[in-house]
């Protein structure tokens, strides 16, 4: 069941913000409610398509606002690759994302909490830090004395039939992961070219 406050905001932001959002129940409740007296929206302006996509940013990856400015200063400054292959790779190589992506949570939201406790040892050291920045060649292991809790309860069997992205794999019969190379932005959802306008305002 989705909450309300985070069903209001699918229905303002698109239901690629959270997973629960990604239903066909979903579609069909806020089909029916746009049809029920909605009134036309406004046309929005610049100003307010680049609110909206930072909104799904923060939103989607879970991050504050001062986080995502960070971020959007870092990939700013960064030489090498675009700026906005940076600012994709400094939120996809978030310990928390990385985890999830590995398929090892429901959502971002339930693999922060799983970090925050304790549950990975990353390069061989505990990391209780969700925003724990990532690299290539980077090994995330399940620690040994959480092996056993119920959250990692039949990880085969939920993960069977889940293809992470190419630039990480996770091994479950080791409970080890890695990160094989840089993310590739294929993400449709989110604008990032227009995050980072909204910043440079």
């Not at 959250?151 to 990480?168: G, Q, S, V």
């Amino acid at each position: 069941m989705i909450s309300k406050p985070k069903f209001k905001i699918c229905r303002r932001l698109g239901p690629g913000v959270y997973d629960k959002c990604q239903t066909a129940k979903f579609s069909a409740t806020t089909g029916k409610i746009a049809l029920v007296g909605a009134k036309r929206p406004k046309a929005l302006t610049e100003y307010g398509l680049q609110l909206i996509e930072k909104q799904k940013v923060r939103f989607s990856y879970g991050v504050s606002e001062r986080q995502l400015s960070n971020y959007v200063k870092k990939a700013s400054i960064s030489k090498g690759s675009g700026t906005v292959e940076k600012l994709f790779e400094g939120l996809e190589f978030r310990l928390d994302n990385a985890i999830y992506r590995m398929g090892l949570g429901s959502s971002r939201r339930a693999t922060r909490q799983m970090v925050s406790h304790g549950h990975f040892i990353v390069n061989g050291q505990r990391v209780t830090i969700p925003s724990y920045e990532l690299k290539s060649g980077d090994i995330i292991k399940i620690r040994e004395g959480s092996k056993t809790k119920k959250i990692f309860d039949n990880l085969a069997e939920r993960t069977k039939d889940y293809n992470p992205p190419k630039w990480l794999n996770f091994d479950v019969g080791n409970m080890e992961g890695k990160i094989l190379d840089k993310p590739k932005n294929t993400e449709s959802f989110i604008d990032l070219n227009s995050v980072l306008e909204f910043y440079s305002r």
